[in-house]
């Protein structure tokens, strides 16, 4: 089970980190769904890039921020760590940190990463692992 969720997490990241499906209003201004739960933390002092509501199947949401990567990411996992979230993988890097956490069977993937000289901050959440033989789980 614990690699099944690490695959599905690790592809909800990716199409979070590529901006798959940026949800945008007339202003072009990316804001953030109103699915979001409440007790997921996010990044302070970042702006939505990309938010993107897959319903069932979660939600990506991309932040982009100046900084460190320890003052970006260490305040952020111990945010998530304070509201609850048990870490499952946690994989630092000289320039990047991936982590997927667990609240009952709610799953989160954090990614931290530079791209063109900023950093990128990706939250990737599910209320439940995806089964697409159930059908619609919302």
Known sequence: MRSVAAVVLTGLLAAAACGFGAASGATGRVRLP?????????????????????????????????????????PLRARIAAAGWAPVTDVVLEQAIFASYRSGERLLALGVSRSGGRWLVSLAYVARPYNPWEGDQG
């Open 34 to 74: 109103a699915s979001v739960p409440a007790d997921l933390p996010l990044p302070e002092r970042a702006a939505l890039r990309t938010a993107l509501d897959l319903g069932p199947r979660g939600l990506n949401l991309v932040f982009e921020t100046d900084g460190s990567l320890p003052g970006i990411a260490d």
